[in-house]
């Protein structure tokens, strides 16, 4: 099993710093689970050291897409590329939550998937 815990200790060094964190990884590398586990233990990690899980999202979202598509990624917003994922609780309360997708999109269309949720979205 992998542990992160010199990510742990890394990332409240830099908050502690004033380093504005930006996550990403190495998930390319086999960790012996699929990556979509090995990035919920990593977004754990910047937690563990001492962001909010809110901190933690936006870190792997709007603050890492300005940095790879300033505009176009990790946002809501005209001209974005509209992929999110829509779970089954509060991700800014528990990280946990991430693990239940019950919605899919990409580029603004709703993906098929086997939750019923997604199938009786309604959009504008």
Excluded: W
């Amino acid at each position: 099993m992998t542990t992160f815990s010199n990510t742990r200790a890394r990332i409240a060094a830099a908050r502690a710093a004033g380093v504005n964190v930006v996550f990403g990884s190495d998930l390319y590398i086999d960790f012996g689970m699929p990556r979509g586990a090995a990035v919920l233990l990593a977004l754990q990690a910047y937690v563990d050291g001492g962001m909010s899980p809110a901190e933690a999202i936006r870190s792997a979202t709007y603050l890492a897409g300005e940095r790879i598509a300033p505009g176009k990624i990790g946002r809501l917003a005209p001209g974005s590329y509209a992929d999110l994922i829509a779970v089954e609780g509060d991700p800014t309360q528990t990280l946990a939550v991430l693990g239940k997708v019950r919605c899919v999109m990409l580029e603004g269309r709703l993906q098929a998937t086997a939750y019923s949720d997604c199938r009786h979205a309604a959009l504008p």
